[in-house]
């Protein structure tokens, strides 16, 4: 697994971005910076991406829409705001990853 890509899987511990999700805890920075990881990715016109990414990937549009329920009432309207306009940009980028079918 390439450097970025444990990255983006490091995230799912509890003291990554996405761990600290789960507990109701939204970090900018953190959310930026899993942002640029994931912008990190290329693939160049393949025709298969590889499965440790996709299962890196693919839980990560679930995991964020679900969030956002406890986020509206947890957050601050302005954090919240911040974490709605991160997450339409990861969830964007993860659609140019994977593509739709």
């Known amino acids: 697994m390439n450097s970025t890509l444990l990255k983006i899987s490091n995230a799912w511990e509890m003291d990554g971005f996405l761990g600290l999700l789960r507990d109701r805890v939204f970090n900018v920075q953190m959310g930026e910076d899993f942002l640029h990881n994931l912008q990190s990715i290329e693939f ?12 890196i990937l693919w839980y990560i549009p679930i995991f964020m829409e679900w969030r956002d329920i406890d986020l509206k009432y947890t957050l601050e309207e302005n954090e919240y705001k911040k974490y709605i306009n991160l997450k339409s940009k990861i969830l964007n980028h993860l659609e140019e990853i994977l593509g739709m079918p």
């Open 44 to 55: 160049d016109s393949i025709d298969c991406i590889p499965k440790d990414t996709v299962k």
